[in-house]
């Protein structure tokens, strides 16, 4: 399995690839992702520049440890395929499929990634898949897009095209969007792949997006797709564990570990009863504050 299959995704920054000033130097942000942005954010006559500016891009830019992600335009058009192309000879982390409805739209894609390592002389399996949920139709088939392929890395719910799709408008109170990211993060976590939420678009709201990324946080997402810069501060100190989050979770470990040890199942933990089944919670949170860069200590 690619090692890259589970590293930390709170932010996922979309850039558009039409402008080169924005994807010159987008790390000094760092974010955790960026998504060089060939389809929607790219007029249709600029298409082939943008992909000229992408693969320079990804050939000349050290984006210092930020994972690059490449959204690639529709499987219904004629331009998907030369994306990819262009996006593994670059040399991008992954590519992101939009409007994905089926398993057979992520296994298409995957044959296509397949053949551009093999042509560019890039290692097999090296360039990992997400996908991007933007219809009823997908989102009702979450679980199997999530099991399509061993390169497939995490499901995103696509808010916008989602509600039209809907019949409705994004409200800002999330309603419209429940019941799609609780089907979602569900498929994500029987299938063991990361789960991320939609933009927020209103940037004068910013306590709006505070919630927003609350709410998802809650709910067990593993990242947000953001717009802007100003955002990621916010993301990044939701996801992030807190110093009280942490030292919890290591006196559970530790006293999981002891406790087993002595044949005792069931105890208290700063007065919570805690028992074995929070043991991998624990870990995660340890894990998560590692990737992070706010724990030094053993795992």
Known sequence: MNPNKKRLRRSMMFLNCQKP??????Y???????????????????????RYSLYHALQEIDYRGVERVVRINGLDTDLWLEDVRCSVAGGCDAIRIPKTETADDVKKVEAAVAAAEEEFGREQGSTLIMAALESAKGVMNAYEICTSS?????????????????QTTISGTGVELMGARQHMIIAARAAGV????TVYTNLNDMEGFRHDVETIHTMGFDG???????????????????QKDIIFAEKVVHEIDTKKAQGIGVFTVDGKMID???YDGAKRTLALAKASGVYKGEI
């Open 21 to 26: 000033g924005l994807i010159k130097d987008p």
């Open 28 to 50: 000094i942000y760092s974010p955790d992702s960026i998504m060089l942005d060939l389809e929607d954010a790219v007029a249709e006559r600029e298409k082939d520049a943008a």
């Open 150 to 166: 061993e390169r497939l890395f995490g499901i995103a719910l696509s808010g916008g095209d989602y509600t039209k799709d809907l």
């Open 194 to 197: 990361q789960c991320f939420d």
């Open 224 to 242: 947000k797709s953001i717009i802007n810069p100003r955002q990621i501060p916010i993301v990044h100190e939701i996801f992030t564990p807190t």
């Open 276 to 278: 074995i089944a929070f």
